[in-house]
């Protein structure tokens, strides 16, 4: 197993940083480009997230984990923020508690689609942890 | 980003660059919105010749433009969508609400900034 952590304050600067690093990471298991925009796609939504509707903009720290197994990458971000109320609501297409910051509630449904699977765990008041796996190069035969 | 848009016969044109992202979103929401209630035009061309990066911010900026220039008989309109983009607008329904239009991709391209 192939493993990095990193930590980082909540600020939007750093959705692209977020990104950008789990990409480059994400190379040793030769990617195509698609999977490379899948993978950025999944972490800046739940980076974002973190910033935005975990720390409401005013600030923290956000955990990111990523590890390489076999073909398999696993991306873990984890907040200690507000936390959600309602998983389930939370992540249906469209619902978003961010409508006055012009929020398209589709975040989870990005992170869904890109990614082969996508757990969220999370305490109101104690933070959410986002757990995001996807299988690289199973589409080529 | 810099400032991105321009207005050109009856629509704004806006050149978007980069990442389209939470991070550089709201200032180009600002910036459109300023521009829309400063030159009365309600038509706007997302051009997206230079993205190489969108998330959900990046629709949440569209839909929330749709919302507002739709009532005032406005439209969206897209031009330059490399693959990546054609696949979200694909899968995020957007080609519902933005419009392509050749002579629009004309008035775009016709001189570099
Ligand atoms: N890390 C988080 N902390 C607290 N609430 C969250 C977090 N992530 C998501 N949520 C909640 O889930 C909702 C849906 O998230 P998402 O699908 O990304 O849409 P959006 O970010 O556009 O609102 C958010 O509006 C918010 O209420
Ligand atoms: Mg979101």
Redesign the interface.
Known sequence: MDRIKIEFDAV??N??FA?VCVAAFATRLDPTL?EI?DI??AV??AV?NA??HGYNEQGGIIELTAAIEEDELTIVISDKGRGIDDIEKAMEPMFTTGSD???????F??ME?FMDELSVESQPGQGTTVTMKKRIGKTEE | MGRVCTAKRNVIIVRLCG?L???V?EQI?NEIDETVANEKINNIAFDFKNVN?M???G???I??RYKKIKPMGGEIFVCNLNC?MQ?IFG??GLNGITKRNSKIDMIVNEEER
Do not use: A, P, W, Y
């Open positions: 939007s600067r959705e692209s990104r698609d925009n950025k796609t800046s939504e974002t910033v935005i910051k012009e929020r398209s509630g589709m975040g449904t990005f689609v | 990442d992202d939470h991070h979103t929401r990066f998330d959900s911010s629709i949440g900026l839909m929330g990546q696949r899968l995020f």
